[in-house]
């Protein structure tokens, strides 16, 4: 292992050994946030026949023009009442209409609805005191969705938007990628559980947790393996039992001083592992290859250095598992209000808060940038992404920004 390896090179190997999962079928109330694994192509118009968008008077317009141009209202014949999901069953002569309700077809003969704003009805007639423009008040056919045409792609992670138009196009049923499962580990002696009693030299595993927590942000089934004493034989152990799932993170026993002994593990249990010193601050050790064909990755202890290094290439690969058109979280260019400077060698992402202000976009770190320091992380909205070769970022400067969550 020499040199430093950048991250846009890391991040290539690591796609280049993910495979997107297959699909399965859900229904429709359970497929909210998943990602479509099939095109949509509308089965029929929506809507499917001209309907009215107003409770009013379906007419024929040449009969309400003429009233209007002697300045007379129209008394028109009513010979119908159509309810909403009604149809009539006669269409609309000269000096007659029809009286309808919102979302019911529009009868034959009639080219117009008059809102009933507009009229003054009695038992068998109306008055037409205001004409409409020709053709108001009539949602046309197909004019949301036509026959044919893909509605949402493959690849769309399905928002309440979706979910709703795949109701209207009938799919009670819909075919969505899989959830990558990930196998979460973490090693260390020094470490105690949260359900365990711990003694005051421990302490807490949190890397299980908030890695299970960005493993179900980005639509994945964590599933937690506990704490791998620092043995060769507890590390195999727990790493065998992670096998049945589709990616492995390990978190700690990656730094130079457990390096051989994880390298070791790693190569008897079969595996094609790239051991790595990232060209990233902060997480700058890591492991990565596959274990009997599953995804493993052997990421920092610290806390930050684990969710940092989770956020750009777990999550990436995660994403394209699970069949995601976009594979990295969104990025804003802001306004620096700091001065910053680092050694132009690694990429830096630091803990940043976004904010919007007189109009344009700024952001600021959250103070002290140690990897130990996962407050760092709580304040954070976004991840400041300085490029490897620079040096130095003065207030004012433009910077990239991976969105990481709500920006206010
Ligand atoms: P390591 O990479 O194993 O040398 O760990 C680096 C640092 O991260 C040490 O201070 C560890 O105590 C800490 N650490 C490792 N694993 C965890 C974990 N699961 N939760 C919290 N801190 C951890
Ligand atoms: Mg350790």
Redesign the pocket.
């Known amino acids: 292992m020499s040199g430093l390896t950048l991250l846009r090179d890391a991040q290539k190997i690591v796609l280049d050994a993910t495979t997107t999962l297959g699909c399965e079928k859900v229904s429709l109330l359970e497929a909210i946030g998943r990602v479509l694994g099939e095109d949509i192509i509308a089965p029929r118009d929506n809507p499917p026949w001209n309907n009215s968008a107003m409770d009013g008077f379906a007419v024929r317009w040449d009969d309400i023009k003429k009233e209007h141009e002697i300045t007379k209202p129209a008394e028109l014949k009513i010979i119908e009442d159509v309810a909403a999901g009604a149809v009539a069953t006669k269409s609309v002569g000269p000096g007659e209409a029809i009286r309808i309700m919102t979302g019911a077809p529009v009868p034959d003969g009639a080219d117009t609805v008059v809102r009933v704003e507009y009229t003054e009805p009695s038992e068998t007639s109306v008055r037409i005191f205001q004409p409409e423009p020709k053709g108001m008040n009539i949602r046309p056919k197909g004019e949301d969705v036509k026959e044919g045409e893909c509605i949402i792609s493959k690849g769309t992670q399905l928002g309440p938007g979706e979910i709703g138009m795949l109701a209207i196009l009938a799919k009670s049923f819909v075919l969505v990628h899989q959830r990558p499962r990930v196998a979460i580990l ?3 002696d ?2 105690a559980d949260l359900d365990e009693k711990f003694d005051e030299n421990k ?6 947790y908030g890695i299970a927590a960005g493993v179900q942000e980005a639509g994945g089934i964590p599933v937690l393996l506990g ?1 791998a004493k620092d043995t060769p034989e507890s590390l195999k152990e727990k790493i065998s039992q992670g096998l049945g799932c589709d990616i492995i993170v390990l ?5 130079m ?2 390096y051989d002994f994880t390298k070791v593990v790693f190569g008897e249990l079969g595996a094609d592992m790239h051991f790595w010193k990232l060209a990233i601050r902060p997480g700058q ?1 890591l492991a990565f290859g596959k274990i009997q064909g599953k995804l493993a990755f052997g990421l ?4 930050v250095s684990s969710m940092v290094t989770f956020e750009q290439l777990v999550r990436v690969a995660m994403m394209k598992m699970g069949g995601h058109r976009q594979l990295y979280r969104p990025t804003v260019n802001a306004v620096f209000k700091e001065k910053f400077s680092k050694h132009p060698d690694r990429r830096h992402f630091l803990r940043g808060i976004v904010a919007h202000e007189d109009g344009q976009l700024t952001v600021k770190t959250t103070g002290p940038q140690g990897s ?1 320091i996962l407050t760092s992380m709580v304040k954070a909205n976004g991840l400041i992404d300085v490029a490897e070769e620079i040096e130095k970022v003065n207030p004012g400067d433009m910077v990239k920004v991976q969105v990481l969550s709500r920006i206010t």
């Open positions: 973490s090693t260390g020094e470490l302490i807490v595993n949190s890397n299980s704490i978190s700690g026993g990656v730094s001083g457990d050790p920092p202890g610290n806390p130990g």
